[in-house]
Structures are given as C-alpha cells and as structure tokens.
C-alpha cells in the first residue's frame, strides 16, 4: 500500500470519527467550523479538539488530570448565579480541594510533511496561538498542538476552606469570561485565514 492511499484511509477514519463524535455531543459546536475548514485540505486531518472552556473541578493540586473530577463546565460565557450554584453546592457537601480554572482551545493537526505542518503553525501564531508547536514528527505524519494562553487556575476551596470571597465572584468571572472571548475570537482569526488561503 502506497503512503499516499495510507494517508487517505487515515483521514478518512478521522473524518468519519469526528461526524460521529459531533452527533453525540463529544465535539465542541463552535469549533466544528474551524475544524472543517481545516480539513478541507488535502494537507491536514484533525484528530482530537476543545474549544476552550470555564470549568470547577475537584482535584488538590491544578494540572493533576490523574485525579480531576469536573463538576461543572461550560463552552460559553458563564454567569455568576451558574459558578455560586456550584460553590454552594461544594460548600453544603464540605468539599477539601476545589479549583475555577479556565482552559484556552487547543487541537491537534496532521500534517501531510513538514511543509505543511510550519505552514499551519506559523498561520495559527499569526493569530495568537503563540504557544503552539510540533508534536511529532513522523515520515508523511507531522502532529501540530495549536493551543491558545488564555488560561487561569483560581483555588475555590482549599482544606475544606472557601478561598474566594463570595462578594469577589463577579469580578472573577468576570475575567474569565474575557478571556473565554479572547481565546475563541482567535479561532474565528484563524478559520478566517484558512480560508482566505485556500481561495488564493
């Protein structure tokens, strides 16, 4: 079998994945388009994806994704009633560890070749996806992460003690509600170049 007919299959088998994972409600609906313009070309496939999000987890330390349990998250700008109704159920419940975190998108690309995969990348860090890199380097197989920074980890309750003044709530989510925007108005920035590359 040729690497070009192995290339074919492969992104056939993803593409496939990623209709059905949509249907079921496992893609991220305002990632969707960026993702399908994306592979549109014949030089990438995407393989798994999120479009960012503002969350509440259970976990001690930030980043231990061994021992997270999420508790409530949102693709969307949140309200402050929706976080307090959280936190008031943490609270009723003596939760010990609780943290208000949120995360920037962040995908991953196949690359056809090298070429291909700096193409993407520089693309994406145009837009603001500046810590966004090269994986994987495999020969006619080159995996791009594009993440975005826009990312805060606030502790909500630490030894079973709630941290964040509930008066300072607004204010938070505030923050994290702009920072939300700002990591999707990058996705619109970069699904707007792709396009405009792919029609030139």
């Known amino acids: 079998m040729s690497e070009e007919t192995r290339w074919i299959i492969r992104k056939k088998h993803f593409l496939e994945r990623l209709e059905l994972e949509y249907k079921i409600g496992r893609v991220d609906a305002d990632i969707k388009p960026l993702l399908d313009?994306?592979?549109?070309f014949n030089e990438y496939y995407t393989t798994s994806s999120c479009s960012g999000r503002i969350?509440?987890?259970?976990?001690?330390?930030?980043?231990?994704?061994?021992?997270i349990i999420t508790v409530a998250k949102w693709h969307r700008e949140v309200k402050v009633e929706e976080v307090l109704?959280?936190?008031?159920?943490?609270?009723?419940s003596a939760t010990e560890y609780s943290w208000f975190s949120v995360q920037p998108p962040i995908f991953h690309v196949v690359a056809r070749d090298v070429e291909a995969a700096l193409n993407i990348l520089n693309l994406a860090r145009h837009c603001g996806f500046k810590h966004s890199g090269i994986q994987s380097v495999k020969k006619f197989r080159v995996v791009v992460e594009i993440t975005g920074s826009e990312r805060i980890e606030v502790p909500l309750f630490l030894e079973g003690?709630?941290?964040v003044k509930l008066e300072h709530l607004?204010?938070?989510?505030?923050?994290?509600?702009?920072?939300?925007?700002k990591s999707k108005e990058k996705m619109r920035r970069l699904q707007e170049m792709l396009l405009k590359e792919r029609f030139n």
Request: no cysteine.
């Open 170 to 181: 607004p204010v938070l989510v505030k923050i994290a509600n702009e920072l939300l925007l």
């Open 37 to 40: 313009v994306i592979n549109s």
């Open 55 to 67: 969350q509440i987890t259970l976990n001690r330390l930030p980043g231990d994704k061994q021992n």
């Open 161 to 163: 003690v709630l941290i």
């Open 85 to 92: 109704s959280v936190v008031n159920e943490l609270k009723e």
